[in-house]
């Protein structure tokens, strides 16, 4: 059974750089074929995609938020993080990573998300 655990700080200041890192177990990052992503759901509003990486190393990014966002990752740790740059209060918002298992299997593993928010 593969858990995901997102963690990270709650609150975060404006024009500061929110970081979450997502913890894998029952499973490795490096697997192929799947990719592992980051998503978000502001307050009232829809889930967000904002960026995934694959288990080669690579990275895709969601074009609306590629210029403040980076995707790394850690194999020894079986962790991936999320940066987000530049925040504002528009950042505020839950945010998931999960694990996306192809066209058929879809989106199979959730972590259970993580609030965000960014005020002074």
């Known amino acids: 059974q593969v858990q995901l655990q997102e963690s990270g700080p709650g609150l975060v200041k404006p024009s500061q750089t929110l970081s979450l890192t997502c913890t894998v177990s029952?499973?490795?990052?490096?697997?192929?074929?799947?990719?592992w992503s980051w998503s978000r759901q502001p307050p009232g509003k829809g889930l967000e995609w904002m960026g995934a990486?694959?288990?080669?190393?690579?990275?895709y990014y969601s074009p609306s938020l590629k210029s403040r966002t980076s995707i790394s990752r850690d194999t020894s740790k079986n962790q991936f993080t999320l940066q987000l740059s530049s925040v504002t209060p528009e950042d505020t918002a839950v945010y998931y990573c999960a694990r996306w298992a192809g066209w058929d299997a879809g989106y199979d593993y959730w972590g259970q998300g993580t609030q965000v928010t960014v005020s002074s």
């Open positions: 990486i694959a288990y080669s190393g690579s990275t």
């Open positions: 029952g499973g490795s990052i490096t697997t192929n074929y799947y990719y």
